[in-house]
């Protein structure tokens, strides 16, 4: 190899080194570049999407973000003291107020700050996590699927639900309404859910909240209202009104549409419309269940009117027991099938004649001491529906039927009571427009008693407590969801009070056995 060879690779090969230096040096200040602008542009990302979540924030919490600058305002311009003085002496006026007037201050405060601390530190926050835990969110089916292959096989399937940015939709959070034992939060529903996926997850939503009671409303095709109970207030015995002084004679003034026969589970008066739409009534439960309550409390509260002739009273009483000790008010009475099938022919003639007398000219009888309420009160009616002969029985049925099909708009209204609430014992139950449950023996008879779909709406009749006496469900015309109630108590001195209130002004009684020996007499 001859030297100017060497000589001219040496150089060739130091020209070559020298160049992929000035491409190294090259290269790398490009990459520099290159990374400079990756941390400018992730640093800008995060910084939009920082300001993005930001503004989300604020229009999606516009009340505490208001909150926020209202306070940082306030400190800014005035100070920290004079804010601190200033809600000292709003707490301390607030407190005095409560004090005060409870009742007021949950009407006009109490009711709006339980409400928007219930939204902000507890709904707000957990309704999302709870609605997701329950299987009530909605996740996106057009998400990509991941796929993993390596040499080993290929992976399952397999999709995030664990947030918004995985394709989760939740119902929207649109308002929290607190009252005294029940927080009502309403959600409008996704695509894809209907508002029986809530009644179904009642009891699952409960739990979530750590309370004994969850009710789901619709209040719209999209829009549930999520009832929480938070405590229960009817855990005390209610009270019946106390029977009207006795020189108190007018019934005018009861409002047979509206009469007050106890407490909702809202801390309302509950009223019992004993003339016109809901009138005819079902009353299902256990013995000692306090079927006695709804019974007599609603009579209780309309003594001036039985008094005053405005409410004619019948009793159907197959025990002998619940309705003789008040007799007195009952115009007509009866314990056997025979002497019951002699007070339902007696209201189905007077049925009758009001048909004849007001046909064409009214759609609605009006009521009044010529014409007035005809009331029956038909306790353990499957007694006689079904436990007696079959020949007496279809002849009750069949008269009991025609009253509560055509005795509304007559002035004819049917109440009856039973323990076991099938088909086969009160083959007319159906034609109650109006249905109560009292604890009952099993989930099953909540169903019959109230109609289907009512224990997955919140009438869990079976749980009540033996200590509750009285506590039920109403549910039926004019009642959109099941009503938890409790029918004011009635003491056996009240009913005695009732009964000589009545009988002292002046109601004849009807005695079905002498009645019947009248009318034998005029036949001979």
Request: glycine residues 10%; proline residues 3%; aromatic residues 8%.
């Amino acid at each position: 190899m001859s030297p100017t060879f060497l000589i001219l690779a040496v150089g060739a090969l130091g020209v070559g080194v020298y160049v992929l230096h000035k491409i190294g040096r090259a290269l790398a200040s490009i990459v520099e570049a290159l990374a400079a602008l990756a941390v400018v542009f992730v640093a800008l990302w995060w910084v939009c999407k920082g300001l993005a979540w930001a503004v989300r924030q604020v229009v999606t919490r516009w009340r505490t973000s208001l909150t926020i600058v209202a306070v940082v305002a306030w400190c800014a311009v005035l100070g920290w003291l004079s804010l601190a003085v200033t809600l000292a002496s709003v707490s301390l006026v607030l407190g005095v107020w409560w004090w005060r007037s409870r009742v007021t201050f949950d009407h006009w405060c109490g009711r709006v700050l339980r409400s928007v601390w219930a939204r902000w530190a507890v709904y707000g926050r957990k309704l999302p996590k709870w609605l997701h835990a329950c299987g009530l969110s909605v996740a996106d089916g057009a998400l990509p699927v991941t796929v993993t292959v390596n040499l080993f096989g290929r992976r399952s399937v397999a999709r995030s639900t664990g947030g918004d940015s995985s394709g989760v939709e939740i119902p929207k959070l649109l308002g929290v309404r607190s009252g005294p034992s029940w927080d009502e939060v309403r959600v409008q529903l996704v695509a894809g859910q209907k508002p029986e996926d809530f009644d179904e997850a009642a009891r699952a939503l409960a739990s979530a909240r750590k309370v004994s009671r969850c009710q789901i409303r619709e209040l719209s095709p999209n829009v549930v209202s999520i009832d929480y109970q938070r405590r229960d207030l009817l855990s005390k015995v209610v009270s019946s009104l106390p029977v009207p002084d006795i020189a108190s004679v007018d019934g005018t003034g009861v409002d047979l549409r509206h009469v007050w026969a106890g407490c909702t589970e809202y801390g309302q008066d509950w009223r019992l419309p004993l003339v016109g739409s809901g009138a005819h009534a079902l009353i299902a439960g256990a013995s000692g269940a306090g079927k006695n309550s709804v019974l007599w409390c609603p009579l209780v509260s309309a003594a001036s009117a039985i008094r005053s002739g405005v409410i004619r009273m019948s009793g159907i009483d197959p025990k002998g027991m619940e309705l003789a000790y008040g007799r007195g008010i009952f115009a007509r009475y009866g314990v056997s099938g025979k002497e019951a099938l002699d007070v339902l022919d007696g209201l189905v003639a007077e049925m009758e004649s009001r048909k004849k007398t007001f046909a064409g000219r009214v759609r609605t009888l009006p009521v009044s001491t010529e014409y007035p309420l005809e009331l029956l009160e038909f306790d353990e009616i499957g007694a006689l529906t079904r436990y007696t002969d079959r020949k007496t029985r279809e002849a009750i049925v069949e008269r009991v039927a025609l009253l509560t099909t055509q005795g509304r708009a007559l002035g004819i209204t049917v109440r009856g009571y039973v323990q076991e609430p099938t088909k086969e014992t009160v083959p007319v139950r159906e034609l109650f427009s109006r249905r109560i449950c009292v604890r009952v023996t099993s989930r099953t008879q909540v169903g019959m008693a109230l109609g289907d779909g009512a224990f997955e709406r919140g009438a869990w009749a079976n749980r009540i407590g033996d200590s509750e006496a009285g506590v039920g469900y109403a549910w039926g015309e004019g009642i959109r969801e099941p009503l938890r109630i409790r029918a004011g108590w009635v003491a056996d001195e009240t009913v005695k009070k009732l009964e000589d209130y009545v009988t002292n002004g002046g109601v004849r009684v009807v005695d079905l056995a002498a009645r019947r020996g009248e009318e034998e007499g005029v036949a001979a």
